[in-house]
């Protein structure tokens, strides 16, 4: 065994080689579990409040029984969550799963246009949107299935007074409430009483149940569905949880979770994982705002945090952040995009604490590769397969190549995702007949069995841990009637790692870029908006007249 994985060797003392995805039903059964053990330790806190484990359990109870029972929703059905971190939504989220009805998460940023394909390829009967995020869902609910939109405002879970003083201040004084009308919108405090009126019915929750409908980029220039089963998310937060159990305290530790719940990233290794622990997820609303969210740092004895390359960054260059107390911080996970060794070097010698890298997918729920817990300093490796991960470097005909030598990474494992939601020729490109998940990304493992990723097989853009597809950005281009010919290529850049660059062949001789990217804030979201706009007269292009976009990011690149 060690011959073909030889990153088994490697494995940290106490760390398993293989787990159990099967020792609970469902995440619903996790939750229980940690309900029963945690019950009176604080789960979530956001904004000065905190809900305990029990308290979770009461009020997740009550709005599935309000799914159920006050709207009629059966086992399967979805339910969208459309918000940013905030106590609504592990009470939402836990709802929906305990209803047996699958959770479709959405980006609060997303335009008309992305929340439209995405509510409608879902299928999803009922939203659940924070009143910032309104008028988005009100341009759109008349051209989805949509039937009940429920509501809320941020501040609807902090109690009185501090939760109406929030509300006001950021509908009428920060205006960050643009106004809409949603007849027939239910409130979510309205949502949880009416629950109250209905008995919640067992349902049995399978492993094979569709837990998360969790969008991802899509090649063909539309975002794609991977169905996350219960034994998925239950597979990986048992490998993540043997990979760093064996220095977490149950009941004791508090992670900064700063990354939306909505992504995959924190969704599975804080949101989940860190429950399974019994743990209390600090949520952060807004990151972005980073002398607030050093502030709010200096409040709390955290234990862990999670998060990005740029993050990480931003927080070593905001003033204060050196004076936070990193005594009691044991674990930094950093994923979603490349750890730069300068970050990493940097936030050893402040905080004391290595920041480890990992690799995952959204279609892997999502952890696939971590470097072990106890590493010294930066290596510059993705790491090592988990627990019952296998992972191998094949070339383009499907072979597997050996040590050193560069191909595609394929993982393999329970984690996997069952497929793309109603898109099976897209399912059966991106895994083999053999089960091997081919993830795009071009890779080599050395003879210890640690993973390097070398570069992208796919034309994908990294922007700050999200993926953006050249396909949807280069068809919003396109609709500009002054556009003749279009093609979307990432290029590097310090603070997300890569941004989207737009070349163009005008129609429109008196185009601007100044046209262009004004139209692309009125039709993408912000991590997908170009940064760059060049005009050419004429595009590179194969013999059959297919874009050479890699041509564009190379010379971008030499730049």
Known sequence: MSAERPWLEQYPAGVPAQIDPDEFSSVVAVLENAIDHFRERPAFANLGKTLTYGEIDELSARFAAYLLGELGLKKGDRVAIMMPNCLQYPIATFGVLRAGMTVVNTNPMYTPRELKHQLVDSGASVILVLDNFGHTVQQVLADTPVRQVITTGLGDMLGFPK???????????????????????????????????????????????IAFLQYTGGTTGVAKGAMLTHR????????????????VKPGQEVIITALPLYHIFALTANGLVFMKFGGLNHMITNPR???????????????????????????????????????????????GMAVQRSVAE?????????????YGLTETSPAACINPMDLAEYNGAIGLPIPSTDACIKDEDGN?????????????GPQVMKGYWQRPQETAEAIDGDGWLHTGDMAKMDEQGFFFIVDRKKDMILVSGF??????????????????????????DEKSGEAVKVVIVKKDPSLTAEQVLQHAR????????????????????????????????????AD
């Open 400 to 412: 597997m190549l050996p040590v050193g030598e560069v191909g595609e990474l394929c993982i393999k």
């Open 289 to 335: 705002d980073m002398p607030g969210f050093v502030k709010e740092l200096k409040g709390v004895k955290f234990t862990a945090i999670t998060g990005v390359n740029t993050l990480f960054n931003g927080l070593l260059n905001t003033p204060g952040f050196d004076e936070i107390d990193f005594s009691s911080l044991h674990l930094t996970l950093g994923g």
């Open 346 to 358: 940097r936030w050893k010698k402040v905080t004391g604490c290595t920041l480890v890298e990992a």
């Open 522 to 557: 009125g039709n993408l979201t912000g991590y997908k908006r170009p940064h760059f706009v060049e005009f050419r007269s004429e595009l590179p292009k194969t013999n059959v007249g297919k874009i050479l976009r890699r041509e564009l990011r190379d010379e971008a690149r």
């Open 163 to 209: 939760g109406p003083v929030v509300n006001f201040v950021l509908k009428h004084l920060k205006k960050m409430v643009p106004a809409y009308s949603i007849p027939g919108a239910v409130r979510f405090r309205d949502a949880l009483a009416a629950g109250t009126r209905h008995p919640l019915p067992k349902v049995e929750v399978g492993s094979d149940d």
């Open 232 to 247: 998925n998310l239950v597979a990986n937060m048992q490998q993540a949880a043997a990979w760093v159990g064996t220095n």
């Open 467 to 492: 993926n953006v597809y050249p396909n949807e950005i280069e068809d919003v281009i396109a609709m500009m009637p002054g556009v003749l010919e279009v093609a979307a290529v990432g290029v590097p």
